[in-house]
């Protein structure tokens, strides 16, 4: 249990801009992690081993990728009790992201509003902060980081952006997932589409091989996708996974869709949607890729999760394993050890 309640310092950051109150948080847990200080937000690890993708996660909740887009506080969020953590998106190239202010929160809904956009200082400082991290890897947490491309990249050229991360990366993470599915890069999505996809997962399955082949090491490969989709596309993006012997998915990023958000201050800011309104969305785009995939294909859940119960009900959509990130910012590092144990019992 951590030393200081998170119903104190929200208050305060709640009284902020929401990416200035992002950037203040993330600062503090660069700062303070790995010193005696962490004790005021850290939590018991639960422990639920399970194994995934040929990894063995210490328990089944991670933190989604998006919150620490740098990389430069792993061992900082590990500490509240996560068994894995995804970081990034991290693009090769350093870009500033949209234009301020791109954050929104919808606290009646529990929800928040983003469109960064990909910001983040670039692959060589990424891959500094990452091997920076030491505590949470070496108490048994598992590292995801993400990959996306660059905004000026055109979009028939996304591969090479993907090509140039997976390399990066790929030497510092227990898993590597390719985002396709932010709707704050111009035309990203399309990268969802059947020959796009096909396009973009056989040059990295084949240079994910021979880093395989090189290294001696196997690294799994996820794809993240988004709740926009319909069931048609859905069967697409599976058989394609299939084809090309991608390891797992993650559903889902956050969504454009504002019906569950109508009427309320910022519901019609441009960006992506999370926490409660996509929770549903969430799991229905796991029911179809549990159904079109087969029992044993590794997929992990997320989007909406504010509740232990909210974490069991992804593992009962035929999610493996669960993510959270706006969940967090509403209630607090003691949610991690509540979504651990809720699925520990299930």
């Not at 194994?51 to 430069?72: C, E």
């Not at 084809?243 to 454009?256: L, Q, S, Y």
Request: aromatic share 6%; glycine share 10%; proline share 6%.
């Amino acid at each position: 249990m951590s030393l200081i309640p998170y119903s104190f310092a929200r208050p305060f950051l709640f009284g902020l801009d929401a990416e200035h109150a992002h950037e203040v948080t993330l600062g503090a847990i660069a700062r303070l992690q790995n010193t005696p200080a962490q004790c005021a937000w850290a939590q018991t690890r639960i422990q639920d081993p399970v194994t995934v993708a040929g990894l063995r996660f210490p328990n089944r909740i991670g933190l989604a990728a998006g919150l620490d887009k740098n990389g430069r506080c792993i061992d900082g969020l590990g500490a509240m009790g996560f068994g894995f953590v995804e970081v990034g998106t991290v693009t090769p190239k350093a870009q500033p992201g949209n234009d301020k202010p791109r954050m929104f929160r919808l606290p009646q809904k529990q929800a928040l509003i983003n469109r960064l956009g990909f910001n983040n200082e670039g692959l060589d400082s990424f891959v500094r902060n990452v091997h920076r991290s030491y505590s949470f890897r070496a108490a048994g947490g598992l590292l995801g980081l993400n990959i996306g491309k660059n905004a000026a990249t055109p979009i028939e050229r996304a591969v090479d952006d993907y090509l140039i991360g997976l390399e990066g990366v790929y030497p510092h993470a227990d898993y590597i997932t390719v985002n396709i599915s932010s709707p704050n890069t111009k035309n990203l999505r399309q990268l969802q589409s059947d020959e796009a996809l096909d396009a973009l997962l056989g040059p990295l399955q084949t240079r994910r091989l021979q880093l395989q082949d090189s290294t001696g090491r196997r690294v799994p490969l996820f794809v993240k996708i988004a709740p926009d989709l319909d069931e048609d596309q859905v069967s697409v993006i599976a058989a394609s996974l299939r084809r090309h012997g991608i390891d797992g998915v993650i559903a889902t990023n956050t969504t454009i869709a504002r019906d569950a958000v109508q009427g309320l201050p910022h519901a019609q800011e441009t960006g992506g949607l999370s926490g409660a309104p996509v929770f549903e969305a969430s799991n229905r785009i796991i029911r179809l890729l549990r159904a079109a995939l087969g029992r044993d294909f590794p997929i992990i859940g997320v989007g909406g999760v504010l509740s232990g119960e909210d974490a069991r009900a992804k593992l009962q959509a035929g999610a493996d394993l669960v993510q959270l990130y706006t969940g967090l910012i509403y209630r607090g590092p003691a949610l991690v050890p509540e979504c651990a144990k809720a699925m520990a019992r299930l």
